[in-house]
């Protein structure tokens, strides 16, 4: 299992490992926390798309297969369908085992329901795709009508033993609804009025007599009425009527919450209802239709919130309870049962145990922090007791650069094996990739952190405490530098601890060594790029071995033996492969090591693209690879191989040598051995500090044979270093038998000879540790520079811990060296240079970093990327002020932030000329990898989104989906207006206006002295009568004027009765925005209060 990032899903609702659903996005929107062992997140313009596996705006979905990106136009699409449909069946309806949307186009009405009662829904490859035959089946309404016609007849007369299609059925209509929501072709199947028309069809099903807890056809009727209602809409008739069933499965907790299809009905269920009332149901009017008339249907959440003697592997059942008892208690003629109902589960489970925090969230973000007797939820204090009972030990490697915290039953024989794996793994993945500088400085992963539980159970603790899902293996978080996982059984997982740590750590290599920026970040994980990449390598590395290159893992190659030729995945289908499915893992790894076997130049083409970002030659290496029928000819008879030596094959983990305590051995004498063993020039060591051992690294440069080229100059080395560590290893000393070695740098000398950087690292021997710890050399490039003119080269960040720096030795690339800590150079060509920094400490120590400088002939215009990370993000000027922005080609992406005090609803909007050239994401600070929100409204030129924010710190995130220049307007309000809302500068004029003003709500502003006005605005759907009042403490000197947007130089209206300190009026407004001017004629500081009642 992969686990670099947590997965994608559907922000609505997502089942967690703990069964708890939590604080879902807004209404059909698709949150991600990213997790490349489960789907990917890329940037597609407008709009992401989406690989939904817990739900599909909302409900659950079982992936149907790889969905395609939408990266065609729909003229595009449109003419692939003419060409299609000019290409006869080959098969007859009932010999078909699969139908395209083109199939079911021909078909008519009646036909189309014959054949959907008759097949699986799997079986239809497109739902929830579009192409352009999806349009053409969902834009015909009579079809859809057809359908739900058909679905009302089989609720009708669907028996225990024949489901009359029904799951079918809501498939494809559940796939039309889908598609409605993300494209605007088949919008009109997301309006209200839509989703109501399946109404009269779910209330059929529910009065059948076999819509009852059952056999597994019931059970799946029952299911499939749930996602439909999660996709569509539900009433308080429909309600009502669920409740008996509800209340029947937990009348039965125990014997129907072990039935995994039951469970799983029931689930959907809750889920559906749940998703409709918290996400659909957003306006205060439209909750009073439900207000106090589901009680009987609430009580049954309660009921499951406090099932205390409920077995482990209910408690996600019980989860939910608590869930939706949070989330849906408003709903209850006493909103305030909630509260009581989870304070007393807070007494009722074990202090800090999962559904103790289940409980105390639902308490922190729906009831104001606040238990039903007024005590504070101090959330954040709970978590750091949950950290320190659950992972109570911590240990440090590397002189704190590698960090362990565990469980108390984690030995330490298990951390030794996983940090010694961890060094196998990365000598082997630099020499492939060769490069061991870290592509960028500063980020979270310079210190890793591995995080393990002591068994799967507490692992379900991580998603309270750290705020990370829990249904995988294993989870790598790029953003933090850390890696979630668990201890296991064999009888608990196929993949040993130390196997899934390798393929783990292979993801902090590929995020550190490889990939530019943060994962979902960039051009490159646009479309789908890299997961067979990534996937694909960190199965292939985690074969990692010492001194016997990379294996193939029985694991892996096992799974390629279930599939004949005809079923494999070809080489197109691996280099496109989304996440949604496991296949690809094995088929990725089977990619990368026919390329490691076979091709190995494409391979260090492809990492070279990927390092240097170049998206465009990355494409055509895949289109290359994808179209060539000899490549593919090759892949499969590597796939061939591979499943024909399966038994000869292993699975790589660490040796005991590794434990063993080294015998006694100078250090120096270590040192020299390495150096005439290997022949390796200008040598340097460095010593480092753990908790059980302490090792060293030694680095030297290796001249070889005169070269051959670069591919068997490679090839020569790797074989060298293996023989080095093998020839070390005879000696007596046991110490060599815990040494790995990569190379780097790879040059070719003035005389013709091949020559690498390369790198042993060993345990020391008890007592060889001289103390002094190595200096921190940062050189801070890469650099860029032009001929003829000054670069400057800096060393800052450069320190010694436990002495001083004693000289600095930098080697400009070109023959010109400079002993100053922070030189400048000329540079007289253009190009690429190697540059190097050696400092030596006051032990002697020297350690030297290098980067490269390039040179051009013409200074480019630099880019103004002042805001385009998290890290350098623009504080948001205020709420509810449009503020203007512009893209270019030099800054694709800017990123603001803002604070939100307390739970509450937030508009964002993007404001883009067409609506086209820019998309945005938002996230919040507790994960800066996974974003929470993203336009999935576009009216016009209005990009926009509504969300239920918990308090923190959230970033905008707006960027560029052409190369072109583009102008934008981009704003953040406090939905509907908050008591927070505060006047903000500068709104001096009608461009700058405050906005949205919260209607019936003061707000508070002040004319200071060289502030003369300021500017509010609001908009109204329909006529209403305004009052409006301003208040203020001065005898005179303000006014206020206000103005329809039709005409913004004559007000509409303005102070009628004035009565001192107040100013008021009443106005019957007509539709559409307003603006209100307030103002002052003295020279004087005034504060004052204005409120727009309507």
């Known amino acids: 299992m992969n686990y670099k990032w947590l997965s994608m899903m559907t922000a609505s609702a997502v089942l967690l490992s703990n069964g708890a659903l939590w604080l879902p996005a807004p209404a059909n929107a698709a949150t991600n926390t990213v997790n490349k062992s489960v789907f990917s997140l890329s940037k597609q313009p407008p709009l992401p798309q989406f690989k939904t596996g817990a739900g599909v705006l909302g409900a659950e979905v079982t992936p149907l297969g790889e969905e ?437 750590f292979t993801h902090y290599l590929q995020g550190r060594y490889v990939v530019p920026g943060l994962f979902g970040r960039g051009e490159m994980y646009q479309n789908g790029r ?117 038994e000869d094959w292993d699975v790589p983990l660490v040796s005991d040598d590794y434990l063993k305590d080294v015998e006694p051995k100078q250090k120096e004498e270590i040192y020299a051995e390495i150096s005439e063993v290997t022949g390796l020039r200008d040598v340097e060591t460095a010593e480092h500090e753990s908790e ?99 670069v400057s080269f800096s060393s800052k960040g450069t320190r010694d811990k436990d002495g001083k720096i004693m000289s600095y030795q930098w080697d400009f690339g070109d023959g010109q060296t400079s002993q100053e800590e922070n030189p400048t150079h000329v540079y007289a060509e253009a190009g690429t240079y190697e540059v190097s920094l050696q400092v030596t400490d006051d032990a002697k120590q020297k350690v030297t970093k290098k980067t490269t400088v390039t040179i051009s002939e013409k200074a480019n215009k630099p880019s103004d990327n002042s805001n385009d990370s998290f890290e350098n993000a623009s504080k948001l000027e205020a709420f509810g002020k449009q503020i203007k922005a512009e893209l270019s080609q030099q800054k694709q992406e800017e990123v603001y932030y803002f604070d939100v005090k307390k739970p509450d609803n937030i508009d964002v909007s993007v404001e883009v000329k067409d609506g086209k050239g820019v998309a945005w994401l938002l996230f919040h600070e507790d994960d800066l990898k996974n974003y929470i929100a993203y336009p999935n409204q576009v009216e016009g030129n209005q990009l926009m989104a509504t969300l239920e924010a918990k308090p923190g710190r959230y970033y905008l995130n707006v960027y560029s989906t052409t190369e072109e220049p583009v102008s934008y307007k981009y704003q953040v309000s406090l939905a509907g207006g908050s008591k927070d809302f505060a006047e903000s500068e500068p709104n001096n004029r009608f461009e700058d206006a405050n906005g949205p003003l919260p209607l019936g709500e003061p707000v508070k502003g002040i004319l200071q002295e060289d502030d003369n006005a300021d500017v509010y605005r609001f908009e109204l759907k329909k006529e209403s009568d305004l009052e409006i009042i301003l208040k203020h403490t001065k005898k005179e000197g303000i006014n206020w004027l206000l103005y329809h947007e039709d005409d913004l130089k004559n007000p509409v209206s303005y102070p009628v009765e004035i009565d001192k300190g107040r100013m008021s009026a009443t106005y019957t407004a007509e539709p559409g925005l307003y603006y209100l001017y307030v103002y002052k004629y003295q020279d004087e500081v005034i504060p004052y209060t204005i409120l727009v009642n309507k």
Not at 300 to 316: E, G, N, P, T, V
């Open 68 to 504: 395609e990106l939408r990266t065609e136009t729909f003229s595009q699409l449109e003419k692939k369908s003419k060409r299609a449909k000019r290409q006869a069946l080959q098969a007859t309806h009932a010999e078909q085992q699969t139908y395209s949307m083109s199939d079911l186009n021909r078909l008519s009405y009646e036909e189309l329901v014959e054949v959907l009662r008759k097949i699986e829904w799997k079986d239809i490859p497109d739902l929830f795709k579009f192409n352009s035959d999806s349009v053409e089946f969902y834009s015909d309404r009579d079809r859809v009508q057809a359908v739900i016609n058909a679905l009302e007849d089989s609720g009708r007369s669907f028996t225990d033993h024949d489901a009359r299609g029904i799951s079918t059925l809501v498939e494809v209509l559940r796939s039309g609804y889908y598609l409605g929501y993300y494209n605007k072709e088949l919008k009109y199947l997301d309006q209200p009025e839509y989703k109501e028309k399946v109404l009269p069809a779910v209330k059929t099903i529910m009065a059948n007599k076999y819509f009852a807890w059952g056999n597994n056809t019931q059970q799946e009727v029952i299911g499939a009425t749930g996602k439909l209602i999660s996709n569509t809409t539900v009433d308080v008739e429909i309600i009502t009527k669920m409740t008996g069933l509800v209340s029947d499965f937990i009348d039965h907790f125990d014997e129907y919450g072990k039935d995994r299809d039951m469970s799983s009905s029931f689930y959907s269920v809750v889920q559906g209802i749940g998703y409709v009332l918290m996400w659909q149901v957003r306006e205060p009017e439209d909750q009073k239709a439900f207000n106090g008339r589901i009680d009987n249907y609430l009580e049954q959440m309660f009921r499951i919130a406090h099932k205390d003697r409920a077995s482990s592997d209910l408690s996600w059942l019980v989860s939910n309870g608590l869930y939706y008892t949070g989330s849906l208690g408003h709903y209850h003629s006493t909103p305030e049962k909630g509260n009581q109902i989870l304070t007393e589960a807070m007494n009722l489970y074990p202090k800090l145990s999962e559904l103790y925090f289940v409980a105390a969230e639902q308490i922190f973000y729906h009831y104001d922090e606040k238990n039903y007797y007024g005590n504070q939820i101090d959330l954040k204090q709970l978590k750091e007791e949950g950290k320190k009972k659950y992972l109570p030990n911590r240990y440090e490697f590397d002189g704190g650069s590698f960090i362990f915290r565990t469980g108390d039953q984690l030995t330490e024989e298990q951390l030794q094996r996983l940090y010694w794996a961890a060094k196998e793994v990365k000598a082997q993945f630099h020499r492939v990739v060769g490069n061991d500088q870290e592509l960028e400085k500063g980020n979270p992963d310079d210190v890793l952190t591995v995080v393990i539980y002591n068994n799967p159970d507490e692992y379900r603790m991580n998603k309270s405490l750290y705020g990370y899902e829990t249904e995988n293996g294993g989870i790598y978080i790029e953003g933090d530098g850390t890696f979630f996982t668990y201890d296991r059984t064999p009888e608990q997982s196929i993949y040993s601890l130390e196997e899934l740590f390798r393929h783990e």
């Open 530 to 646: 890299l997961p067979w990449f990534e996937e694909g390598g960190a199965e292939f590395f985690a074969g990692a071995t010492r001194t016997d290159g990379i294996h193939p893992r029985k694991s892996v190659v096992g799974n390629l033996r279930y599939d004949d030729r005809s079923s494999r995945m070809s080489v197109s289908d691996t280099l496109h492969a989304q996440y949604g499915s496991w296949n690809f893992y094995n088929y990725g790894f089977a990619m990368q090591y026919h390329l490691f076997q076979n091709d190995f130049p494409m391979m260090d083409s492809i990492h070279n693209a990927i390092m240097k970002n170049d998206v465009a030659q990355f494409d055509r290496y895949i289109e290359q690879l994808s179209r060539d029928k000899r490549v593919n000819d090759a892949y499969q008879q590597t796939i061939d191989e591979l499943v024909q030596n399966y």
């Open 692 to 790: 059980f051992f302490n090792t060293f690294t030694l680095h030297g440069t290796y001249i070889g044979d005169r070269s051959a080229g670069e591919k068997q100059d490679w090839k020569k080395m790797n074989q060298v270093t293996d023989d080095f560590l093998k020839k070390l290893s005879e000696k007596s000393w046991n110490g060599y038998r815990t040494v790995t070695a990569y190379f780097v740098n790879y040059k070719v000398t003035k005389d013709g000879r091949f020559s690498y950087d390369v790198v042993f690292h060993g345990k020391l021997p008890e007592g060889s540790y001289s103390g002094n710890l190595a200096p921190v050399v940062e050189i801070n490039g890469p650099y860029k520079g032009v001929v003829g003119e000054s």
